[in-house]
């Protein structure tokens, strides 16, 4: 057990932080405000290589590892939730399904441009029928008569990067199977769609209450043709890689969770040693410390659950006996709900102040919330917790 | 340079100041740097010279010997015209060479920061930047760090001897340059106890000019050493100088700061005129605080706080601003604070330096006029 | 042609200074930085190294941990960095640090095509003469505060920054420049240059692999071979409370004109 971070992974926290206080915090307020998409911010990132972190260098990758993916989204969330949603989605629910279960052709064709940041990526699972329950997916895909294409049709709800996207890792039916017990279910298949598409279309930009400059929307497929060698993975292995990837997006959205409510502390301490009430500042009241105190507390050791959940990937990647699942889910349920707690009595410490937006930390409540609910809510991180405890 | 030894002190006397000209036109600090020099060389009991380099510029003369120099040394020669590093620092060490001056103060302007360590380097001398305070005489000296440092009086009292390779060294006839270091938050003062010349740049606009005196002007002594300079010793090569004002720079690198608040509500035009008035006097931009921004009297570049911009500049002077938190968060770390604002009990107060109850649009005219008084009697 | 770029680690003063009872400074409470204007010198040399693919190497002199700044600048793109160390060197004035980082360089090897780009001056001592120091050390032309450098061929031209406006200078390489804030904007580290910045050749100099120069005598380096000596170090008088002015008329002004000149504020 190492709780050291390497001379590299500091670093590269010098380097996102600088970033992140230069780059990405002047523009916070605007992007959430005007519901805008920071494309700027994307541009920028690309060139330092923060859209393909822990990729290969030979798929257009920085090279870097799970770890220094998650610092990079949790420096970004300490000043924007949106921007650091934005890393999260290309990278955790697009890059990584074709990198883990894309052919060499697949790989070849979309990480390149994915990790230089020329494209941006999302995924599409959920469905208005089915959002906790995956299985209620609509969505099909039918090969064609003469097997050369598949047909999609159906629509996707609540894709984060949606209409900014290129690429989409999309989950479709592909027909019936039955389960391990006998029992008949869908089989379902995993396919890479291009914005460029023919019957592909994006729908309108979902208002949100947090995380207001990100992109969400829903995909709309009518008769939507793709080649053959789309499908990702093998047919009928949909599923598996479906919730493979909320494994690794849920490190993302942990990451997220940790920053917003690190950078909400960071605020808090701040605007308390400032703030003068009664003649004193408000730091020296003993409410405001032990307040502090927990908030970073809990923050902490969010940070711990969600260093060890990507450590975990590290290792799944050697050898894939070692599963990563029970990890992220703790990591993010904990740090979801640290974020959303945090956050909270962060606004509450800078009083009015907090509920207006001359300050961040009303905008990082509303951003914080989200994570308790996308890539799986904290119920569901529950349900994976308890199955992966036996618990039946 | 064989028989120049610089370590044989007294073969060294007299106290130079490079004078700087551009165009033909001497620079405001060639006059304080003749009058610091006065007093340094009546301490020292030797004559002060002028050093001056450039095409045609002897007629300059008279005008730096009326501040207080008793000769001037004049350099002239076509490839002088412009300043280049090579040609100035060649004829300056030449001249040293031969003249022996025991010190030489340069102006800190960016020529004179380019030109001083080189000849310093070339004639293997202690070269002091940028200071702000030149002393001989110990009795001075000591009253100087009495007013402007936190030594205790016991430590002032024992000054007078510093350590120079292991020996005590006494410095009572060394030049002590002091200057400030870490952005000011700290000052040193500087000696050159085992070469000659002892040099230094001062920093423009700190020393004072002594009154111009017509009997000095006219009994100027000019010298004019021979020059020697060939165009194939020179590797830059000036191909234009072009003047122009200094384009307002951005509020974080800017040393002088005017901001206005919601308190030029009745007159927001001119308000914001006599902010920009007054930040010209002192070589300063228009900043504000978010209340003007937010009311579109001021575009967002000027914000100045929380969600503006932090500054420290070296005068912050709040016009009208009552001083909210999170405009303070933004400015409170500058150098000096003054703030003008009709209620005395307005939180800018707070953080000021200097404060002015009154009306800004009655007050600030006033202070332009004196400022504008004070800047052209230094 | 390659570019050998000198740069400082310094105590980050934007920050609260911490200082010793003692007067002096209390380094080892305050973060260091990499000297702002030696990333625009840096930025510089990386700029024309995408333009020409020259290689770039960092010169720094400092204490051993200096490495972890040198680090950071191969992470943005230099090919490698050197690192003068010694206790030998320890104590020098700008004069002596010249001497020694013109050694380094002539170890390195000053090449007819090659650059040497400082920052236009450190901010914990705020000199600007080391860069003009090594330019005459190495017998090289200076070209301080440059705005612009164009580079083509041999021919060097930068736009000289003057308080009045500006100069055009033209010089031959190999020459030495240093660098002003509004030449450019330092890029960041990559993620992919951190990855590989530990395993980039990092070459330490020392005393024993100094001294053969001609500039490294005994009485050219260290605290023996700087010609200044510091007297007294000391910090300025606390800034006092506030001070409110008496009535708001001409008088007041004219008093507060008065303090600023006498404290040299205006």
Known sequence: ?392 | MSEFKNTVLEDFKNVWVFCEQRQGVLMPTDFELISEGRKLADELGVKLCGLLLGDKVEHLAKDLAGYGADEIIVCEHPLLKDYTTDAYAKVICDTVVEMKPEALLVGATNIGRDLAPRCAARLHTGLCADCTHLDVEMSTYKDFLRENSTLPEARIENVGTAMVLGKPHDVSKDLKMTRPAFGGHLMASIICPRFRPCMATVRPGVLKKAPFDQARADAVVITKPEVKLCECELKTKVLEVVKESRKLVDLTGAEVIVSVGRGISKDVEGGIKLAHELADVLGGVVGSSRACVDSGWITADHQVGQTGKTVRPRIYIALGISGAIQHKAGMSDSECIIAVNKNDSAPIFEVADYGIVGDLFKVVPLMIEEFKAAIANK | MKIIVCVKQVPDTSGKVAVNPDGTLDRASMLTIINPDDKNAIEAALKLKDETGCRVTAVTMGPPPAEGMLRELIAMGCDDAVLISGREFGGSDTFATSQIIAAGINAIGLEEDDIVFCGRQAIDGDTAQVGPQIAEKLDIPQISYAADIKVEGKKVTVKRMLEDGYMTVETQTPCLITCIKELNEPRYMSVAGIVGAYSKPMDVMDYPRLKDDPLIEVDTIGLAGSPTNILTSFTPPQKGAGMMLEGADKATCEQLAGILVKKHII
């Open chain 1, 1 to 392: 057990m190492d709780f050291v971070l390497s001379k590299e992974h500091e670093m590269l926290r010098k380097m996102y932080r600088e970033f992140a206080e230069t780059e990405v915090k002047p523009l916070a307020e605007e992007i959430d405000e005007e519901e805008r998409f920071p494309m700027e911010t994307v541009e920028k990132m690309a060139k330092l290589g923060m859209m393909g972190i822990y990729f290969p260098q030979q798929y257009g990758g920085a090279g870097a590892d799970v770890l220094a993916y998650a610092m990079a989204v949790e420096e970004l969330a300490k000043v924007c939730g949106t921007t650091a949603v934005i890393v999260s989605a290309h990278t955790s629910l697009c890059c990584a399904p074709i990198f883990e279960h894309g052919t060499e052709e697949q790989k070849m064709k979309y990480l390149p441009k994915l990790c230089k940041g020329e494209w941006i990526g999302a995924f599409g699972l959920t469905e208005p029928g089915a959002g906790t329950d995956a299985q209620g997916q609509q969505t099909t895909a039918v090969l064609d008569e003469a097997g050369e294409n598949w047909i999609l049709n159906g629509s996707k709800c609540f894709i984060t990067n949606g209409n900014v996207a290129n690429v989409f890792v999309v989950i479709a039916v592909t027909g019936k199977t039955t389960d391990k017990k006998g029992r008949p279910m869908k089989e379902i298949s995993a396919f890479i769609v291009e914005g460029t598409d023919p019957g592909f279309s994006q729908g309108k930009h979902e208002k949100k209450m947090g995380i207001r400059g990100s992109s969400t929307c829903d995909l709309i497929f009518e008769d939507c043709v793709i080649p053959k060698d789309r499908l990702l993975g093998k047919k009928g292995e949909g599923f598996k890689i479906a919730m493979k990837t909320l494994d690794g997006g849920r490190i993302g959205i942990a990451s997220q969770a940790l920053g917003l409510g690190e950078g909400a502390v960071e605020e808090a301490i701040k605007y308390t040693k400032e703030r003068v009430q009664f003649g004193k500042r408000i730091s020296q009241f003993q409410n405001t410390q032990f307040q502090l105190a927990d908030m970073h507390t809990k923050m902490q050791a969010a940070q711990f659950l969600v260093y060890s959940a990507a450590l975990k990937k590290m290792e799944h990647a050697k050898n894939p006996k070692v599963s990563y699942s029970m990890d992220a889910a703790m990591a993010k349920l904990f740090a979801a709900e640290a974020a959303s707690d945090v956050t909270r009595r962060a606004v509450q410490l800078f009083g009015g102040y907090g509920y207006t937006r001359e300050y961040p930390v009303e905008r990082m409540m509303r951003d914080a919330k989200i994570t308790e609910i996308y890539e799986g809510t904290s119920e569901v991180q529950r349900m994976v917790i308890a199955s992966n405890l036996g618990v039946k």
